[in-house]
Protein backbone atom coordinates (compact mmCIF):
# COMPACT_ATOMS: atom_id res chain seq x y z
CA UNK A 1 0.00 0.00 0.00
CA UNK A 2 2.77 2.55 1.39
CA UNK A 3 4.44 1.48 -2.68
CA UNK A 4 1.36 1.79 -4.25
CA UNK A 5 0.86 5.39 -2.60
CA UNK A 6 4.56 6.36 -2.83
CA UNK A 7 4.09 5.63 -6.44
CA UNK A 8 0.91 7.79 -6.82
CA UNK A 9 2.88 10.54 -5.74
CA UNK A 10 5.69 10.57 -7.50
CA UNK A 11 3.35 10.22 -10.62
CA UNK A 12 2.00 13.35 -9.48
CA UNK A 13 4.84 15.54 -9.09
CA UNK A 14 5.89 14.02 -12.39
CA UNK A 15 2.33 15.50 -14.35
CA UNK A 16 2.54 18.98 -12.05
CA UNK A 17 5.84 19.64 -13.07
CA UNK A 18 5.04 18.87 -16.98
CA UNK A 19 1.98 20.90 -16.50
CA UNK A 20 3.91 24.14 -14.72
CA UNK A 21 6.30 23.49 -17.58
CA UNK A 22 3.75 23.70 -20.04
CA UNK A 23 2.39 26.96 -18.72
CA UNK A 24 5.85 28.40 -17.97
CA UNK A 25 6.37 28.01 -21.79
CA UNK A 26 2.76 29.37 -22.97
CA UNK A 27 3.88 32.17 -21.01
CA UNK A 28 7.23 32.83 -22.73
CA UNK A 29 5.59 32.93 -26.04
CA UNK A 30 3.89 36.58 -27.37
CA UNK A 31 2.27 37.93 -30.51
CA UNK A 32 3.71 41.01 -31.99
CA UNK A 33 1.49 43.37 -34.19
CA UNK A 34 3.95 44.61 -36.77
CA UNK A 35 4.75 46.05 -40.09
CA UNK A 36 4.93 44.23 -43.34
CA UNK A 37 8.32 45.42 -43.83
CA UNK A 38 10.13 44.12 -41.13
CA UNK A 39 8.54 40.69 -42.46
CA UNK A 40 8.92 40.86 -45.63
CA UNK A 41 12.70 42.59 -45.50
CA UNK A 42 13.40 39.11 -43.95
CA UNK A 43 14.62 41.16 -40.72
CA UNK A 44 12.11 38.60 -38.36
CA UNK A 45 13.66 35.68 -39.84
CA UNK A 46 16.96 36.60 -38.89
CA UNK A 47 16.00 38.21 -35.49
CA UNK A 48 13.65 35.72 -33.95
CA UNK A 49 16.02 32.73 -33.46
CA UNK A 50 18.68 35.15 -31.43
CA UNK A 51 15.51 36.22 -30.06
CA UNK A 52 14.46 33.48 -28.45
CA UNK A 53 17.99 32.26 -27.92
CA UNK A 54 19.03 35.03 -25.42
CA UNK A 55 15.73 35.86 -23.56
CA UNK A 56 13.94 32.80 -23.60
CA UNK A 57 10.63 34.43 -25.44
CA UNK A 58 9.05 32.70 -28.24
CA UNK A 59 8.03 35.27 -30.96
CA UNK A 60 4.60 34.67 -32.95
CA UNK A 61 4.70 37.67 -35.52
CA UNK A 62 1.24 39.42 -37.24
CA UNK A 63 2.73 41.07 -40.24
CA UNK A 64 -0.02 43.20 -40.79
CA UNK A 65 0.00 47.01 -42.28
CA UNK A 66 0.75 49.73 -39.09
CA UNK A 67 -2.87 50.64 -39.35
CA UNK A 68 -3.99 47.52 -39.23
CA UNK A 69 -1.51 46.49 -36.37
CA UNK A 70 -2.04 48.71 -34.09
CA UNK A 71 -5.86 47.85 -34.53
CA UNK A 72 -5.33 44.62 -33.60
CA UNK A 73 -3.17 45.91 -30.33
CA UNK A 74 -6.44 47.85 -29.68
CA UNK A 75 -8.44 44.76 -29.81
CA UNK A 76 -6.18 43.42 -27.13
CA UNK A 77 -4.91 40.73 -29.68
CA UNK A 78 -1.05 41.16 -29.22
CA UNK A 79 1.08 41.60 -26.58
CA UNK A 80 3.44 43.81 -28.36
CA UNK A 81 3.26 46.41 -31.43
CA UNK A 82 6.53 47.16 -33.73
CA UNK A 83 5.29 49.53 -36.39
CA UNK A 84 6.92 52.87 -38.29
CA UNK A 85 4.28 55.58 -38.22
CA UNK A 86 5.65 58.12 -34.83
CA UNK A 87 1.72 60.04 -35.32
CA UNK A 88 -0.45 57.07 -35.29
CA UNK A 89 2.02 55.46 -32.41
CA UNK A 90 1.26 58.64 -30.06
CA UNK A 91 -2.06 58.39 -30.77
CA UNK A 92 -1.90 54.77 -30.02
CA UNK A 93 -0.37 56.08 -26.43
CA UNK A 94 -2.48 58.70 -25.71
CA UNK A 95 -5.36 56.35 -25.98
CA UNK A 96 -4.49 54.46 -23.30
CA UNK A 97 -3.83 51.80 -25.09
CA UNK A 98 0.00 50.85 -24.79
CA UNK A 99 3.13 51.44 -22.19
CA UNK A 100 5.45 53.67 -23.64
CA UNK A 101 6.98 53.95 -26.87
CA UNK A 102 10.76 53.12 -27.74
CA UNK A 103 12.61 54.08 -30.82
CA UNK A 104 14.12 51.19 -32.22
CA UNK A 105 15.84 51.53 -35.28
CA UNK A 106 15.58 53.11 -39.01
CA UNK A 107 16.13 52.94 -42.70
CA UNK A 108 14.66 55.02 -45.06
CA UNK A 109 11.84 55.51 -48.17
CA UNK A 110 13.01 55.40 -51.76
CA UNK A 111 10.65 56.01 -54.70
CA UNK A 112 11.08 52.83 -57.53
CA UNK A 113 10.49 52.82 -60.72
CA UNK A 114 11.01 51.71 -64.14
CA UNK A 115 14.57 51.95 -65.12
CA UNK A 116 13.94 54.10 -68.62
CA UNK A 117 11.85 56.64 -65.64
CA UNK A 118 9.31 57.82 -68.62
CA UNK A 119 8.29 60.45 -65.81
CA UNK A 120 11.84 62.00 -65.88
CA UNK A 121 11.99 61.86 -61.31
CA UNK A 122 15.31 60.09 -61.35
CA UNK A 123 17.29 62.53 -58.89
CA UNK A 124 14.69 65.22 -57.64
CA UNK A 125 13.69 65.62 -54.33
CA UNK A 126 10.98 63.59 -53.33
CA UNK A 127 8.34 66.47 -53.85
CA UNK A 128 9.05 67.35 -57.06
CA UNK A 129 8.96 63.80 -58.01
CA UNK A 130 5.51 63.16 -57.02
CA UNK A 131 4.65 66.61 -58.27
CA UNK A 132 5.67 65.13 -61.87
CA UNK A 133 4.33 61.82 -61.75
CA UNK A 134 0.51 63.26 -61.26
CA UNK A 135 1.39 65.55 -63.69
CA UNK A 136 2.44 63.48 -66.39
CA UNK A 137 -0.26 60.66 -65.03
CA UNK A 138 2.49 58.07 -64.81
CA UNK A 139 1.48 55.07 -63.15
CA UNK A 140 1.83 54.64 -59.50
CA UNK A 141 0.75 51.76 -57.41
CA UNK A 142 -0.02 53.03 -53.50
CA UNK A 143 -0.62 50.31 -50.80
CA UNK A 144 -3.69 51.82 -49.96
CA UNK A 145 -3.78 49.70 -46.58
CA UNK A 146 -2.99 52.98 -44.18
CA UNK A 147 0.77 50.92 -43.39
CA UNK A 148 3.17 53.07 -42.41
CA UNK A 149 4.66 53.47 -45.46
CA UNK A 150 1.18 54.35 -46.73
CA UNK A 151 0.66 57.02 -44.10
CA UNK A 152 4.18 58.43 -44.94
CA UNK A 153 2.83 58.76 -49.24
CA UNK A 154 -0.10 60.25 -48.53
CA UNK A 155 1.80 62.84 -46.22
CA UNK A 156 4.20 63.35 -48.96
CA UNK A 157 1.15 64.06 -51.70
CA UNK A 158 0.25 66.57 -49.26
CA UNK A 159 3.12 68.20 -48.67
CA UNK A 160 3.82 68.32 -52.31
CA UNK A 161 0.40 70.03 -53.26
CA UNK A 162 -1.13 66.95 -54.62
CA UNK A 163 -5.21 65.92 -53.03
CA UNK A 164 -4.52 62.52 -54.08
CA UNK A 165 -8.03 61.59 -52.56
CA UNK A 166 -10.11 63.66 -54.99
CA UNK A 167 -7.53 64.36 -57.48
CA UNK A 168 -6.37 61.14 -59.24
CA UNK A 169 -7.56 58.61 -61.89
CA UNK A 170 -6.55 55.46 -63.77
CA UNK A 171 -2.86 56.07 -63.15
CA UNK A 172 -3.23 55.64 -59.14
CA UNK A 173 -3.63 52.54 -57.81
CA UNK A 174 -4.46 51.76 -54.61
CA UNK A 175 -4.26 47.67 -53.94
CA UNK A 176 -4.51 47.28 -50.08
CA UNK A 177 -1.82 44.89 -49.86
CA UNK A 178 1.46 45.17 -48.14
CA UNK A 179 4.76 45.95 -49.30
CA UNK A 180 5.85 42.92 -51.11
CA UNK A 181 2.60 42.73 -53.29
CA UNK A 182 3.03 47.14 -53.90
CA UNK A 183 6.68 46.34 -55.66
CA UNK A 184 5.30 42.84 -57.90
CA UNK A 185 2.39 44.75 -59.22
CA UNK A 186 4.94 48.08 -59.95
CA UNK A 187 7.46 45.57 -61.49
CA UNK A 188 4.46 43.95 -63.46
CA UNK A 189 3.10 47.54 -64.36
CA UNK A 190 6.53 49.41 -64.75
CA UNK A 191 5.02 51.72 -62.33
CA UNK A 192 5.96 53.81 -59.84
CA UNK A 193 5.85 53.08 -55.91
CA UNK A 194 7.03 53.98 -52.25
CA UNK A 195 9.06 51.81 -50.77
CA UNK A 196 11.09 51.18 -47.23
CA UNK A 197 14.51 50.26 -48.32
CA UNK A 198 14.92 47.40 -46.48
CA UNK A 199 12.27 45.77 -48.58
CA UNK A 200 13.22 46.95 -51.55
CA UNK A 201 16.94 45.46 -50.45
CA UNK A 202 15.18 41.94 -49.68
CA UNK A 203 13.15 41.69 -53.17
CA UNK A 204 13.60 39.83 -55.71
CA UNK A 205 11.42 40.24 -58.28
CA UNK A 206 12.60 43.95 -59.32
CA UNK A 207 12.19 43.50 -63.30
CA UNK A 208 13.27 46.64 -64.83
CA UNK A 209 13.03 48.64 -61.15
CA UNK A 210 15.15 50.64 -59.90
CA UNK A 211 15.58 53.21 -57.40
CA UNK A 212 15.31 56.53 -58.19
CA UNK A 213 14.57 58.67 -55.72
CA UNK A 214 15.67 58.89 -52.16
CA UNK A 215 18.11 60.76 -49.70
CA UNK A 216 15.44 63.37 -49.25
CA UNK A 217 15.21 64.11 -45.45
CA UNK A 218 11.63 63.65 -46.01
CA UNK A 219 12.06 60.13 -46.47
CA UNK A 220 13.30 59.08 -43.13
CA UNK A 221 11.64 56.13 -41.95
CA UNK A 222 11.60 55.44 -37.68
CA UNK A 223 10.24 52.48 -36.22
CA UNK A 224 8.87 52.28 -32.53
CA UNK A 225 7.92 49.52 -30.11
CA UNK A 226 5.12 49.64 -27.29
CA UNK A 227 3.75 47.15 -24.72
CA UNK A 228 0.06 47.07 -25.47
CA UNK A 229 -1.49 48.00 -21.92
CA UNK A 230 -2.06 45.16 -19.59
CA UNK A 231 -4.32 47.13 -17.27
CA UNK A 232 -6.89 47.66 -20.06
CA UNK A 233 -5.88 43.77 -21.09
CA UNK A 234 -4.80 41.82 -18.48
CA UNK A 235 -4.21 38.57 -20.84
CA UNK A 236 -1.42 40.74 -22.00
CA UNK A 237 2.03 39.05 -21.35
CA UNK A 238 3.94 41.63 -19.89
CA UNK A 239 6.70 40.25 -18.43
CA UNK A 240 7.80 38.61 -21.40
CA UNK A 241 6.75 41.27 -23.94
CA UNK A 242 8.64 43.77 -21.87
CA UNK A 243 11.78 41.19 -21.94
CA UNK A 244 11.75 41.27 -25.74
CA UNK A 245 11.47 45.10 -25.54
CA UNK A 246 14.29 45.45 -23.67
CA UNK A 247 16.32 43.10 -25.50
CA UNK A 248 15.89 44.93 -28.89
CA UNK A 249 16.88 48.36 -26.82
CA UNK A 250 20.12 46.84 -25.35
CA UNK A 251 23.36 47.25 -26.73
CA UNK A 252 23.20 43.41 -27.60
CA UNK A 253 20.24 43.87 -29.39
CA UNK A 254 20.89 46.99 -31.05
CA UNK A 255 24.04 45.18 -32.44
CA UNK A 256 22.47 42.25 -33.71
CA UNK A 257 19.63 44.76 -35.47
CA UNK A 258 22.82 46.31 -37.37
CA UNK A 259 24.35 43.29 -38.27
CA UNK A 260 21.10 42.51 -40.58
CA UNK A 261 22.81 43.04 -44.13
CA UNK A 262 22.03 41.38 -47.58
CA UNK A 263 24.47 41.92 -50.08
CA UNK A 264 26.66 43.59 -47.97
CA UNK A 265 24.09 46.60 -47.35
CA UNK A 266 22.39 47.10 -44.19
CA UNK A 267 19.36 47.46 -43.82
CA UNK A 268 18.43 49.11 -40.61
CA UNK A 269 20.16 51.16 -38.59
CA UNK A 270 19.28 51.17 -34.68
CA UNK A 271 18.82 54.31 -32.44
CA UNK A 272 17.18 53.81 -28.84
CA UNK A 273 19.23 56.16 -27.37
CA UNK A 274 17.98 58.71 -29.69
CA UNK A 275 14.71 61.12 -27.62
CA UNK A 276 14.08 61.85 -31.06
CA UNK A 277 13.31 58.68 -32.37
Known amino acids: MKRWFGSLCIMATIVLACLSTRAWAQDQSIV ?25 VEV ?13 ARRGDADVVFVHAKSAEERFLTEGFGVKRYPVMYNDFV ?12 GKDVLTALQTIRT ?48 NMASASNAYVLSDRGTWLAFHNRGDL ?5 GD ?26 RFINWLISPDGQSVIAGYK ?10 ANDPNG
Do not use: C
Open 32 to 56: VASTTSTQDSGLFDYLLPIVKQKTG
Open 60 to 72: KVLAQGTGQALDT
Open 111 to 122: VIGPQDDPAGIK
Open 136 to 183: KAAPFVSRGDRSGTHIAELKLWKEAGVDIENDHGPWYKEIGQGMGAAL
Open 210 to 214: AVLVE
Open 217 to 242: KRLFNQYGVMLVNPTKYPMVKKEAGQ
Open 262 to 271: INGQQLFYPN
